[in-house]
């Protein structure tokens, strides 16, 4: 993609924000916001409407939405999804992983590994997760192609679940390049599908995130008053819908 003066890339940014370690002059972060829970007209009929709740913090926002079911919380972080599920009925519920999804911000369905798989067999059946009637569980959901193994660092890595825009050029001409970009992802869905069963029946819960707003940040070199040289990453702007 080209703007006038400045090539931009999108990446898919390390943990940590290895991106910004990487030297762009100017990037975005993408905040996405729970919109609605999509289930079957079955799940509508033997569980009720769905409830949603938002808390945000300092730190995070926290989605809840919650039937005759379930009661699950949702927060999304920067390469993955947190899940707490508490069954508020009697029955086990059974978490079929390998039945669901998450449609990223290309509209492309990408298989989820949770977090109690291993590295090394995340590309193995998952066995069903089974939430015992009354109790919680939590755990982590990650797209299996956003997990790579970097040989020559030994090590795995999970790549940011939405794309980031970069540039190296400096100035306003670098903030605006990054920001006229990252306005085309403003509104696009995301999608994660969750297959429960129980009783032997299945009902396909679909949440749908929006991205409604991002951040644009720069790295900042000051002088201490030592005489020693201090960079620190801080956000320029927030742009929302």
Same mark, same amino acid.
């Given at each position: ?11 898919? !940014?390390?943990?940590? &924000?290895?991106?910004?370690? #990487?030297?762009? %002059? ?20 033997? &569980? ?8 945000? @913090? ?7 939405? %919650?039937? $005759?079911?379930? +009661? ?11 899940? @707490? ?25 990408? =298989?989820?590994?949770?977090? $109690? ?7 193995? /059946? ?10 919680? &569980? ?19 890595? @999970? ?5 980031? @825009? *970069?540039?190296?050029?400096? !100035?306003? *001409? !670098?903030?605006? /390049? ?9 509104? +696009?869905?995301? +999608? ?6 129980? !009783?032997? +029946? ?20 000051? *002088?201490?008053? #030592?005489?020693? &040289?201090?960079?620190? =990453? ?8």
């Amino acid at each position: 993609m080209r703007t006038p003066g400045a090539v931009l890339s999108v990446i898919v !940014g390390m943990c940590g &924000f290895l991106v910004a370690c #990487a030297g762009p %002059s100017y990037w975005s972060l993408l905040d996405i916001t729970l919109a609605g829970v999509q289930r079957p007209p079955e799940a509508e009929q033997r &569980f009720g409407e769905v409830q949603l709740h938002t808390l945000e @913090t300092d730190d995070q926002t926290t989605y809840t939405m %919650s039937d $005759g079911l379930v +009661r699950a919380t949702v927060v999304p972080a920067y390469n993955r999804i947190d899940l @707490t599920m508490e069954n508020l009925s009697t029955d086990s519920i059974r978490i079929l992983w390998d039945q669901g999804a998450l449609v990223d911000i290309d509209r492309q369905s990408r =298989r989820i590994v949770h977090g $109690g798989v291993k590295y090394l067999e995340i590309q193995d /059946a998952q066995t069903p997760s089974v939430v015992v009637g009354g109790s919680l &569980f939590s755990d982590a959901i990650v797209p299996v192609n956003n997990i790579e193994y970097l040989p020559t660092l030994a090590t795995w890595i @999970t790549h940011s679940l939405l794309p980031v @825009t *970069e540039t190296k050029v400096k !100035g306003e *001409e !670098g903030l605006i /390049a990054v920001r006229e970009a990252s306005k085309a992802y403003l509104s +696009r869905p995301v +999608r994660l599908l969750l297959p429960l069963e129980v !009783g032997g +029946r299945r009902f396909e819960y679909v949440f749908e995130f929006r991205v409604n707003s991002f951040d644009v940040w720069r790295k900042r070199t000051r *002088e201490t008053d #030592a005489g020693t &040289f201090v960079t620190a =990453r801080e956000v320029v702007e927030t742009v929302t819908e």
